[in-house]
Nanobody, 123 residues
Framework: QVQLVESGGGLVQPGGSLRLSCVASGTSFRINAMKWFHEVPGKERELIAWVTAGGRKNYMPSVQGRFTIIPDNAKNTVYLQMNGLKPEDTGVYYC?????????????????WGQGTQVTVSF
């Protein structure tokens, strides 16, 4: 059983900040990699930031310099610090993480999604 739970969303004014969290739990082994996605109605879910299993953090240009991934593997948690928020950042944020599960003696990787957390940036 695997579960990812996002939290930390809310209403914030342009230029403000929020810190989202994604907490992983379950009996499967979590690979220390995670992706953050942003979804707006009428548009496909968009990858905006991710950290590799090796710990490298990557950002799409739309959030580069404003968002920061902060892993805390001991707590099975990854934070997304969002600064300088813009109205276009409004939407639902999802985390996605791979887990290893043993099937017939073979470790296989599966991706899991959280339920999402709503962020609204407006006056």
């Amino acid at each position: 059983q695997v579960q990812l739970v996002e939290s930390g969303g809310g209403l914030v004014q342009p230029g403000g900040s929020l810190r989202l969290s994604c907490v992983a739990s379950g009996t499967s082994f979590r690979i220390n990699a995670m992706k953050w996605f942003h979804e707006v109605p009428g548009k496909e879910r968009e990858l905006i930031a991710w950290v590799t299993a090796g710990g490298r953090k990557n950002y799409m240009p739309s959030v580069q310099g404003r968002f920061t991934i902060i892993p805390d593997n001991a707590k099975n948690t990854v934070y997304l610090q969002m600064n300088g928020l813009k109205p276009e950042d409004t939407g639902v944020y999802y985390c996605n993480a791979p887990f290893l599960t043993v099937i017939d003696g073979v470790a296989k990787e599966f991706d899991y999604w959280g339920q999402g957390t709503q962020v609204t940036v407006s006056f």
